[in-house]
């Protein structure tokens, strides 16, 4: 933001930045609702995540310079989606409190498997091979991204899909950037893995 | 493959996915879109009294639908106190005036003269030769 105190920007620059805020947040809702969507696994839940982020952008930083909106708004996206895991894991102990059913610690790799066994069943298939062999492998990638620890995905979708440099990943991050580093390659690593246990070529 | 490239390809794959959103979603997504505009559209239409610019007072005023009621309030407490000020100017005022008068009109009943010399046609000349 330019320096030298309070100085009100003017109206040009207020339609300037409200046209860049509408347009950078058109260009980046469906990202933003596909990693918080890995993150949190629910589809309700990773809309409201974009929601509250949308907002909060918005509401704090409406005219901010436009190349700060892509750290500004991961920032806070990814403090959105912490907020829905600690208002979840409140929600879970109070749960457990009252109920004796499930939980199996195995039970998330299975959730991952019926997940992409209903994604591939919910869109139907236009042109049978190449069709199906771009959803199934789309749907690996998305499950093993999914698999990723929260801090390796972030880095990687943050540096490699978002195609922010180390500093702004960091900054989005609020680590150092010799950490994203190692969260990156440690997530390469991983989901060259998982993709190659899997048969998956891309 | 190298990891750039790998992530590239990955890359790839994940923007297809996003093409592949439900209608429903996407209209979602936009709705919650106009909704955070609108928020920087009530935003840029304060009623308040704004901050300097280039020395001198800013005073925009405008809306008029609550949405800033902390800036209606203080422009309100403004108002009020210079309202305030006026009236306690003129009061003083007032009293000073009240004051003289009335010193006047002590000195001209604890005179030795007559009440109805004072309005004698020759009082001035009668107070002018005495002097």
């Known amino acids: 933001m330019a320096g030298g105190g309070q100085r009100l920007p ?9 046209k860049q805020l509408s347009d950078f947040l058109a260009g980046v809702e469906r990202r933003a609702y596909k990693q918080a969507f890995y993150a949190v ?11 509250e982020a949308m907002l909060k952008l918005a509401e704090r930083y409406p ?7 892509p750290m500004l708004f991961q920032r806070i996206l990814q403090n959105a989606t912490n907020d829905h895991f600690r208002r979840s894991k409140v929600r879970n102990t109070w749960t457990r ?14 959730d991952v498997l019926e997940m992409l066994q209903s994604q591939q069943e919910e869109r139907p298939l236009e042109n049978p091979e190449a069709q199906v062999d771009q959803q199934q492998t789309l749907a690996e990638i998305e499950a093993a991204l999914q698999r990723l620890p929260a801090r390796q995905r972030e880095a990687f979708l943050l540096r490699y899909w978002e195609e922010m440099d180390v500093a702004e ?34 | 493959m190298n990891e750039k490239e790998f992530s590239e390809k990955i890359r790839d794959r994940l923007n297809v996915a996003t093409q592949q959103i439900d209608g429903i979603t996407l209209n979602r997504l936009e709705q919650a879109r106009q909704r955070a505009l609108g ?8 009623a308040a009294v704004a901050s300097h610019r280039n020395g001198t007072l800013a005073l925009h005023l405008g809306g008029g639908d609550g949405e800033h009621p902390h800036h209606t309030r203080m422009l309100f407490i403004g108002l009020s106190l210079l309202a305030l000020l006026a009236g306690a100017f003129y009061w ?17 009943l604890s005179s030795e003269l007559p009440l109805h010399a004072f309005v004698h046609p020759d009082f001035k000349e009668w107070v002018n030769s005495s002097h």
């Open chain 2, 92 to 108: 003083q005022q007032a009293n000073d005036d009240d004051d003289e008068q009335g010193l006047l009109d002590a000195k001209m």
């Open chain 1, 97 to 110: 409190l009252f109920s004796s059913f499930f939980t199996k610690d195995d039970d998330e790799e299975h």
């Open chain 1, 63 to 69: 005219d901010r310079p436009a190349e700060e909106l």
């Open chain 1, 10 to 18: 003017s109206k040009e620059e207020k339609l300037a930045t409200h």
């Open chain 1, 41 to 51: 696994r629910d589809e309700d839940a990773a809309l409201d995540i974009v929601q």
């Open chain 1, 169 to 202: 990943t960091a900054a989005a991050m609020g680590c150092s950037e010799g950490s994203v580093k190692t969260h990156c390659s440690r997530a390469v690593h991983a989901l060259a893995g998982m993709l190659g246990a899997r048969g998956v070529k891309l």
């Open chain 2, 39 to 46: 928020k920087v559209r009530a935003a840029e239409r304060p």
